[in-house]
Protein backbone atom coordinates (compact mmCIF):
# COMPACT_ATOMS: atom_id res chain seq x y z
CA UNK A 1 0.00 0.00 0.00
CA UNK A 2 1.60 3.50 -1.13
CA UNK A 3 -0.15 6.68 -0.33
CA UNK A 4 0.79 9.95 -2.54
CA UNK A 5 0.08 13.34 -2.20
CA UNK A 6 -0.83 16.34 -4.28
CA UNK A 7 1.35 19.02 -3.39
CA UNK A 8 1.00 20.71 -6.94
CA UNK A 9 -1.33 23.90 -7.74
CA UNK A 10 -2.97 21.55 -10.08
CA UNK A 11 -5.25 18.66 -10.14
CA UNK A 12 -5.70 15.82 -12.67
CA UNK A 13 -6.05 12.71 -14.26
CA UNK A 14 -3.49 10.29 -12.26
CA UNK A 15 -1.36 7.66 -14.03
CA UNK A 16 0.61 4.76 -12.43
CA UNK A 17 3.04 1.80 -14.24
CA UNK A 18 5.07 -0.40 -12.54
CA UNK A 19 8.54 -1.08 -14.29
CA UNK A 20 10.10 -4.56 -13.08
CA UNK A 21 13.70 -4.25 -13.29
CA UNK A 22 14.26 -8.08 -14.44
CA UNK A 23 10.44 -8.34 -16.61
CA UNK A 24 9.82 -10.62 -13.77
CA UNK A 25 6.36 -9.91 -11.67
CA UNK A 26 3.43 -9.51 -12.66
CA UNK A 27 1.54 -6.43 -11.37
CA UNK A 28 -2.03 -5.29 -10.35
CA UNK A 29 -2.91 -1.63 -9.57
CA UNK A 30 -5.76 0.00 -8.01
CA UNK A 31 -5.75 3.79 -7.22
CA UNK A 32 -7.89 7.14 -7.93
CA UNK A 33 -8.42 8.16 -11.34
CA UNK A 34 -7.67 12.00 -10.48
CA UNK A 35 -6.46 13.41 -7.14
CA UNK A 36 -7.59 17.19 -5.94
CA UNK A 37 -4.50 19.54 -4.78
CA UNK A 38 -3.49 18.94 -1.34
CA UNK A 39 -5.41 15.34 -1.09
CA UNK A 40 -3.87 12.30 -0.84
CA UNK A 41 -5.06 8.89 -2.56
CA UNK A 42 -3.97 5.26 -1.59
CA UNK A 43 -2.45 3.09 -4.19
CA UNK A 44 -2.60 -1.01 -3.77
CA UNK A 45 0.17 -2.46 -5.48
CA UNK A 46 0.05 -6.03 -5.88
CA UNK A 47 3.00 -8.06 -7.55
CA UNK A 48 2.93 -11.62 -8.44
CA UNK A 49 6.11 -13.83 -8.92
CA UNK A 50 6.04 -17.44 -11.25
CA UNK A 51 6.09 -20.36 -8.63
CA UNK A 52 9.83 -20.94 -7.37
CA UNK A 53 11.35 -17.79 -7.54
CA UNK A 54 12.85 -15.72 -4.75
CA UNK A 55 11.47 -12.83 -3.82
CA UNK A 56 14.40 -10.77 -4.50
CA UNK A 57 13.16 -10.85 -8.53
CA UNK A 58 10.09 -8.36 -7.49
CA UNK A 59 12.59 -5.00 -7.83
CA UNK A 60 11.19 -2.40 -10.04
CA UNK A 61 10.42 1.29 -9.97
CA UNK A 62 6.63 2.39 -9.62
CA UNK A 63 6.09 5.88 -11.20
CA UNK A 64 3.36 8.34 -10.97
CA UNK A 65 2.22 11.02 -13.16
CA UNK A 66 0.35 13.94 -12.79
CA UNK A 67 -0.04 16.76 -15.08
CA UNK A 68 3.05 18.55 -15.04
CA UNK A 69 4.42 16.58 -12.23
CA UNK A 70 6.14 13.00 -11.87
CA UNK A 71 6.81 10.62 -8.98
CA UNK A 72 9.20 7.28 -8.40
CA UNK A 73 9.11 4.76 -5.78
CA UNK A 74 11.90 2.23 -5.79
CA UNK A 75 10.32 -1.41 -4.87
CA UNK A 76 12.65 -4.12 -3.58
CA UNK A 77 11.79 -7.50 -2.14
CA UNK A 78 13.80 -9.05 0.82
CA UNK A 79 12.83 -12.67 2.13
CA UNK A 80 12.12 -13.19 5.46
CA UNK A 81 14.34 -11.08 7.63
CA UNK A 82 15.63 -13.66 9.95
CA UNK A 83 18.94 -14.80 11.45
CA UNK A 84 20.48 -18.18 12.93
CA UNK A 85 22.46 -18.84 16.12
CA UNK A 86 24.69 -20.38 15.80
CA UNK A 87 25.92 -18.29 12.23
CA UNK A 88 27.96 -21.20 11.40
CA UNK A 89 26.74 -25.18 12.05
CA UNK A 90 29.23 -27.92 11.35
CA UNK A 91 27.94 -31.60 11.32
CA UNK A 92 29.81 -34.63 11.29
CA UNK A 93 27.32 -37.88 10.16
CA UNK A 94 28.66 -41.22 10.06
CA UNK A 95 26.97 -43.41 7.34
CA UNK A 96 24.89 -47.08 7.80
CA UNK A 97 23.44 -46.36 4.79
CA UNK A 98 21.08 -44.50 3.14
CA UNK A 99 20.61 -40.87 5.40
CA UNK A 100 17.65 -40.38 7.47
CA UNK A 101 15.16 -38.07 7.08
CA UNK A 102 14.83 -37.37 10.51
CA UNK A 103 16.74 -33.80 12.14
CA UNK A 104 19.82 -34.44 13.63
CA UNK A 105 21.19 -30.62 14.81
CA UNK A 106 18.79 -27.73 15.74
CA UNK A 107 19.27 -23.62 15.69
CA UNK A 108 17.89 -20.79 17.42
CA UNK A 109 15.70 -18.82 14.43
CA UNK A 110 15.91 -14.82 15.71
CA UNK A 111 14.39 -12.12 13.59
CA UNK A 112 10.86 -10.21 13.49
CA UNK A 113 9.70 -12.84 10.70
CA UNK A 114 10.42 -15.94 13.03
CA UNK A 115 7.30 -15.94 14.83
CA UNK A 116 4.98 -15.59 11.33
CA UNK A 117 7.20 -18.29 10.09
CA UNK A 118 6.61 -20.50 12.73
CA UNK A 119 2.92 -20.02 12.98
CA UNK A 120 2.71 -20.47 9.00
CA UNK A 121 4.64 -23.83 9.38
CA UNK A 122 6.79 -22.63 6.49
CA UNK A 123 10.43 -24.39 5.90
CA UNK A 124 13.05 -22.19 6.15
CA UNK A 125 15.07 -23.12 2.74
CA UNK A 126 16.98 -25.75 1.32
CA UNK A 127 20.22 -26.50 -0.26
CA UNK A 128 22.51 -28.68 -2.45
CA UNK A 129 26.03 -28.69 -1.14
CA UNK A 130 28.82 -30.81 -3.65
CA UNK A 131 32.38 -32.11 -2.94
CA UNK A 132 34.08 -32.70 -6.37
CA UNK A 133 31.32 -35.49 -7.72
CA UNK A 134 29.23 -36.59 -4.15
CA UNK A 135 26.45 -34.23 -3.21
CA UNK A 136 24.24 -34.15 -0.56
CA UNK A 137 21.02 -31.65 0.58
CA UNK A 138 20.55 -29.64 3.51
CA UNK A 139 17.53 -28.52 4.81
CA UNK A 140 16.44 -26.07 7.26
CA UNK A 141 12.75 -26.73 8.76
CA UNK A 142 9.82 -24.78 10.00
CA UNK A 143 10.86 -23.37 12.85
CA UNK A 144 8.84 -23.75 16.54
CA UNK A 145 8.39 -21.93 19.74
CA UNK A 146 10.33 -24.17 22.59
CA UNK A 147 11.46 -22.18 25.64
CA UNK A 148 10.72 -18.95 24.61
CA UNK A 149 12.81 -18.66 21.62
CA UNK A 150 12.18 -20.34 17.90
CA UNK A 151 14.23 -23.62 17.21
CA UNK A 152 14.37 -25.01 13.90
CA UNK A 153 15.41 -28.31 12.63
CA UNK A 154 18.42 -29.14 10.33
CA UNK A 155 18.70 -32.49 8.13
CA UNK A 156 20.89 -33.68 5.78
CA UNK A 157 19.74 -36.36 3.59
CA UNK A 158 21.49 -38.01 0.13
CA UNK A 159 21.04 -36.33 -3.16
CA UNK A 160 21.72 -38.76 -5.28
CA UNK A 161 24.06 -41.97 -4.29
CA UNK A 162 25.83 -42.81 -1.08
CA UNK A 163 28.11 -40.17 -0.84
CA UNK A 164 30.84 -38.91 1.56
CA UNK A 165 33.36 -36.30 1.79
CA UNK A 166 33.55 -32.82 3.39
CA UNK A 167 30.58 -30.30 1.78
CA UNK A 168 30.59 -26.66 2.74
CA UNK A 169 28.23 -24.21 2.11
CA UNK A 170 25.28 -21.70 2.56
CA UNK A 171 21.64 -22.74 2.82
CA UNK A 172 19.67 -19.43 2.01
CA UNK A 173 16.52 -18.73 3.66
CA UNK A 174 13.24 -19.13 1.60
CA UNK A 175 14.92 -19.70 -1.37
CA UNK A 176 16.65 -15.98 -1.53
CA UNK A 177 19.52 -15.80 -3.91
CA UNK A 178 21.12 -13.85 -1.46
CA UNK A 179 23.59 -15.19 1.60
CA UNK A 180 23.68 -12.25 3.71
CA UNK A 181 21.57 -13.73 6.44
CA UNK A 182 21.50 -17.67 5.31
CA UNK A 183 22.89 -20.42 7.31
CA UNK A 184 26.51 -21.44 6.66
CA UNK A 185 26.99 -25.47 7.29
CA UNK A 186 30.13 -27.44 7.17
CA UNK A 187 29.05 -31.20 7.02
CA UNK A 188 31.28 -34.18 7.16
CA UNK A 189 30.05 -37.38 6.25
CA UNK A 190 31.83 -41.01 6.15
CA UNK A 191 30.92 -44.36 6.84
CA UNK A 192 31.30 -45.47 10.47
CA UNK A 193 33.94 -48.47 11.63
CA UNK A 194 30.98 -50.63 11.58
CA UNK A 195 29.94 -50.45 8.18
CA UNK A 196 33.43 -49.94 6.94
CA UNK A 197 34.87 -53.10 8.50
CA UNK A 198 31.78 -55.06 7.84
CA UNK A 199 32.22 -54.03 4.53
CA UNK A 200 36.26 -54.73 4.30
CA UNK A 201 35.51 -58.49 5.37
CA UNK A 202 32.33 -59.03 3.49
CA UNK A 203 35.14 -57.64 0.13
CA UNK A 204 37.58 -60.31 1.16
CA UNK A 205 34.91 -63.12 1.49
CA UNK A 206 33.53 -62.28 -1.62
CA UNK A 207 36.79 -61.12 -3.22
CA UNK A 208 38.42 -64.61 -2.61
CA UNK A 209 35.39 -66.31 -4.09
CA UNK A 210 35.05 -64.21 -7.27
CA UNK A 211 38.60 -64.59 -7.73
CA UNK A 212 38.79 -68.58 -7.30
CA UNK A 213 35.97 -68.79 -9.76
CA UNK A 214 37.10 -66.31 -12.26
CA UNK A 215 40.61 -67.99 -12.41
CA UNK A 216 38.86 -71.24 -12.70
CA UNK A 217 36.55 -70.31 -15.49
CA UNK A 218 39.81 -68.75 -17.45
CA UNK A 219 41.68 -71.66 -17.04
CA UNK A 220 38.72 -73.66 -18.51
CA UNK A 221 37.81 -71.73 -21.28
CA UNK A 222 41.86 -71.15 -22.02
CA UNK A 223 41.90 -75.06 -22.22
CA UNK A 224 39.02 -75.29 -24.84
CA UNK A 225 40.34 -72.83 -27.06
CA UNK A 226 43.82 -74.57 -27.21
CA UNK A 227 41.79 -78.15 -27.72
CA UNK A 228 39.23 -76.10 -30.11
CA UNK A 229 42.56 -74.85 -32.03
CA UNK A 230 44.16 -78.31 -31.84
CA UNK A 231 41.43 -79.91 -33.44
CA UNK A 232 41.01 -77.53 -36.08
CA UNK A 233 44.48 -77.55 -37.40
CA UNK A 234 44.06 -81.20 -37.52
CA UNK A 235 41.51 -81.06 -39.71
CA UNK A 236 42.51 -78.62 -42.12
CA UNK A 237 45.73 -80.64 -42.38
CA UNK A 238 43.81 -84.32 -42.90
CA UNK A 239 41.51 -82.52 -45.59
CA UNK A 240 44.87 -82.21 -47.76
CA UNK A 241 45.73 -85.88 -47.34
CA UNK A 242 44.47 -87.89 -50.18
CA UNK A 243 41.07 -89.56 -49.30
CA UNK A 244 41.57 -88.10 -45.74
CA UNK A 245 43.59 -90.52 -45.16
CA UNK A 246 46.90 -89.80 -43.68
CA UNK A 247 50.64 -91.50 -44.85
CA UNK A 248 51.28 -91.67 -40.53
CA UNK A 249 48.76 -92.53 -38.15
CA UNK A 250 44.99 -90.79 -37.24
CA UNK A 251 44.05 -89.01 -34.26
CA UNK A 252 40.67 -89.87 -34.61
CA UNK A 253 40.90 -92.55 -31.59
CA UNK A 254 41.63 -89.56 -29.90
CA UNK A 255 39.64 -86.87 -30.78
CA UNK A 256 36.53 -89.08 -31.39
CA UNK A 257 33.37 -88.06 -30.82
CA UNK A 258 33.46 -84.61 -31.25
CA UNK A 259 31.11 -81.91 -30.11
CA UNK A 260 27.89 -81.17 -32.56
CA UNK A 261 26.85 -77.85 -30.90
CA UNK A 262 29.24 -74.74 -30.41
CA UNK A 263 31.86 -76.39 -29.08
CA UNK A 264 29.42 -78.14 -26.64
CA UNK A 265 28.38 -82.02 -25.95
CA UNK A 266 24.90 -81.70 -25.73
CA UNK A 267 25.16 -84.40 -23.11
CA UNK A 268 27.70 -85.28 -20.44
CA UNK A 269 30.43 -87.57 -22.53
CA UNK A 270 33.63 -89.07 -21.10
CA UNK A 271 35.72 -90.07 -24.35
CA UNK A 272 37.02 -87.43 -27.26
CA UNK A 273 36.91 -83.94 -27.75
CA UNK A 274 33.31 -83.75 -26.91
CA UNK A 275 33.86 -85.07 -23.27
CA UNK A 276 36.46 -82.90 -22.53
CA UNK A 277 34.56 -79.91 -23.72
CA UNK A 278 31.48 -80.72 -21.80
CA UNK A 279 33.68 -81.46 -18.66
CA UNK A 280 35.19 -77.82 -19.08
CA UNK A 281 32.25 -76.15 -19.72
CA UNK A 282 30.37 -77.34 -16.36
CA UNK A 283 33.86 -77.15 -14.02
CA UNK A 284 33.44 -74.86 -11.37
CA UNK A 285 36.29 -75.98 -8.85
CA UNK A 286 40.27 -75.54 -9.42
CA UNK A 287 39.77 -79.98 -8.97
CA UNK A 288 37.29 -80.20 -12.23
CA UNK A 289 39.80 -78.26 -14.28
CA UNK A 290 43.13 -80.15 -13.20
CA UNK A 291 41.44 -82.98 -13.72
CA UNK A 292 41.10 -82.53 -17.56
CA UNK A 293 43.89 -80.56 -17.84
CA UNK A 294 46.23 -83.43 -18.57
CA UNK A 295 43.77 -84.55 -21.31
CA UNK A 296 43.59 -81.42 -23.03
CA UNK A 297 47.60 -81.66 -23.37
CA UNK A 298 48.12 -84.55 -24.49
CA UNK A 299 45.49 -84.17 -27.31
CA UNK A 300 47.28 -80.61 -28.33
CA UNK A 301 50.54 -82.13 -27.80
CA UNK A 302 50.07 -85.20 -29.82
CA UNK A 303 48.65 -82.76 -32.92
CA UNK A 304 51.65 -80.63 -32.62
CA UNK A 305 53.78 -84.12 -33.38
CA UNK A 306 51.90 -85.26 -35.94
CA UNK A 307 51.71 -81.82 -37.88
CA UNK A 308 55.54 -82.17 -37.72
CA UNK A 309 54.90 -86.16 -38.76
CA UNK A 310 52.97 -86.13 -41.62
CA UNK A 311 54.34 -83.58 -44.25
CA UNK A 312 57.79 -86.11 -44.43
CA UNK A 313 55.63 -89.58 -43.77
CA UNK A 314 53.54 -88.40 -46.78
CA UNK A 315 56.98 -87.70 -48.76
CA UNK A 316 58.43 -91.13 -47.52
CA UNK A 317 55.15 -93.28 -48.91
CA UNK A 318 55.31 -91.17 -52.36
CA UNK A 319 58.65 -92.41 -52.56
CA UNK A 320 57.99 -96.03 -51.56
CA UNK A 321 55.21 -95.86 -54.34
CA UNK A 322 57.50 -95.87 -56.91
CA UNK A 323 58.44 -98.49 -59.22
CA UNK A 324 61.89 -98.43 -60.94
CA UNK A 325 63.13 -100.99 -63.28
CA UNK A 326 64.86 -103.60 -62.80
CA UNK A 327 68.20 -104.23 -63.64
CA UNK A 328 68.74 -107.59 -65.09
CA UNK A 329 67.94 -109.62 -62.18
CA UNK A 330 68.18 -107.14 -59.26
CA UNK A 331 65.29 -105.09 -57.87
CA UNK A 332 65.83 -101.59 -56.89
CA UNK A 333 63.06 -102.98 -53.98
CA UNK A 334 65.39 -104.79 -52.04
CA UNK A 335 67.86 -102.64 -51.74
CA UNK A 336 69.08 -101.40 -47.83
CA UNK A 337 68.07 -97.82 -48.50
CA UNK A 338 64.24 -99.10 -49.47
CA UNK A 339 64.21 -101.32 -46.67
CA UNK A 340 65.07 -98.60 -44.03
CA UNK A 341 62.11 -96.07 -45.43
CA UNK A 342 59.69 -98.74 -45.06
CA UNK A 343 60.67 -99.32 -41.64
CA UNK A 344 60.81 -95.97 -40.39
CA UNK A 345 57.31 -95.22 -42.01
CA UNK A 346 56.09 -98.34 -40.41
CA UNK A 347 56.88 -96.89 -37.13
CA UNK A 348 55.27 -93.33 -38.05
CA UNK A 349 52.42 -95.35 -38.67
CA UNK A 350 52.10 -96.63 -34.76
CA UNK A 351 49.70 -94.37 -33.12
CA UNK A 352 50.14 -93.57 -29.34
CA UNK A 353 47.62 -95.59 -27.12
CA UNK A 354 45.14 -93.02 -25.34
CA UNK A 355 45.29 -95.15 -22.06
CA UNK A 356 49.14 -94.02 -21.40
CA UNK A 357 48.06 -90.86 -20.52
CA UNK A 358 44.62 -91.36 -18.77
CA UNK A 359 46.42 -92.13 -15.18
CA UNK A 360 48.07 -89.14 -15.12
CA UNK A 361 47.78 -86.67 -11.52
CA UNK A 362 51.37 -85.65 -10.82
CA UNK A 363 52.23 -82.61 -13.64
CA UNK A 364 55.82 -82.76 -13.19
CA UNK A 365 55.61 -86.92 -14.30
CA UNK A 366 53.17 -85.70 -16.86
CA UNK A 367 55.68 -83.02 -18.51
CA UNK A 368 58.81 -85.35 -18.30
CA UNK A 369 56.66 -88.22 -20.12
CA UNK A 370 55.90 -85.68 -22.50
CA UNK A 371 59.55 -84.10 -23.54
CA UNK A 372 60.43 -87.49 -23.87
CA UNK A 373 57.51 -88.26 -26.65
CA UNK A 374 58.49 -84.76 -28.19
CA UNK A 375 62.19 -85.86 -28.36
CA UNK A 376 61.30 -89.90 -29.83
CA UNK A 377 59.11 -88.12 -32.50
CA UNK A 378 61.15 -85.47 -33.40
CA UNK A 379 64.27 -88.20 -34.02
CA UNK A 380 61.75 -90.36 -35.77
CA UNK A 381 60.67 -87.01 -38.01
CA UNK A 382 64.16 -86.32 -38.75
CA UNK A 383 65.14 -89.72 -39.57
CA UNK A 384 62.43 -90.49 -42.34
CA UNK A 385 63.09 -86.86 -43.60
CA UNK A 386 66.83 -87.62 -43.94
CA UNK A 387 66.37 -91.45 -45.29
CA UNK A 388 63.99 -90.21 -47.86
CA UNK A 389 66.52 -88.48 -49.23
CA UNK A 390 68.89 -90.63 -48.96
CA UNK A 391 66.21 -93.15 -51.35
CA UNK A 392 65.38 -90.17 -53.67
CA UNK A 393 68.67 -89.80 -54.83
CA UNK A 394 69.71 -93.66 -54.92
CA UNK A 395 66.76 -93.65 -57.17
CA UNK A 396 67.60 -91.42 -59.50
CA UNK A 397 71.17 -92.97 -59.57
CA UNK A 398 69.34 -96.31 -60.06
CA UNK A 399 66.87 -94.74 -63.01
CA UNK A 400 70.15 -93.13 -64.35
CA UNK A 401 72.47 -96.65 -64.93
CA UNK A 402 69.22 -97.90 -65.81
CA UNK A 403 68.05 -95.42 -68.46
CA UNK A 404 64.69 -94.41 -67.06
CA UNK A 405 62.99 -91.93 -65.46
CA UNK A 406 61.40 -91.71 -61.69
CA UNK A 407 60.27 -89.44 -59.86
CA UNK A 408 61.97 -87.71 -56.84
CA UNK A 409 59.05 -87.77 -54.56
CA UNK A 410 55.43 -87.50 -54.22
CA UNK A 411 53.41 -84.77 -56.04
CA UNK A 412 56.82 -83.79 -57.40
CA UNK A 413 57.12 -82.86 -61.25
CA UNK A 414 58.92 -86.58 -63.44
CA UNK A 415 62.98 -85.30 -63.52
CA UNK A 416 64.93 -86.91 -66.52
CA UNK A 417 69.02 -87.48 -65.75
CA UNK A 418 70.95 -86.37 -68.14
CA UNK A 419 74.05 -89.06 -69.23
CA UNK A 420 76.89 -87.55 -68.03
CA UNK A 421 80.44 -88.12 -70.27
Partial sequence: VVRLRNRTARQGALRLVYLPSRGVPRAAIAAPRRIARGDYAVVRLRLTLPAGQPPDRLDGLLVARMPGSTARLRVRGTGPRVTFDPRKLELS????????????????VRGPDAPALAAAHTPIGAQILTDGDAAIRVAVGAPRAEDGVFVAPVTVQDAEGLDTGSFTGTVPVSGS????????????????????????????????????YSEVGRDARILRLRLKAAVADYDAKLATCPGKRPASYALDTWLDPRPQHQGFARYPG??????????LGTARTKRDVDEQRFRVRAVVRHVERW?????????????????????????????????????????????????LHAAFTDEETYLAHERREDQASARLAQAVAEQTVVLDLALQAWCYLAGSTVSATAGSSTRRPTPRS
Fill in 93 to 108: VDRYGPLATGGIAEVV
Fill in 177 to 212: TGSDNGLRVEVKVGFSFLVMALVVLLGSILGGFAQR
Fill in 270 to 279: TRGVAGMQWH
Fill in 307 to 355: LTLEPVARAAAGVLDERPPRRGNVSMLQCAAFKDVRRLLDDARAAPDPA
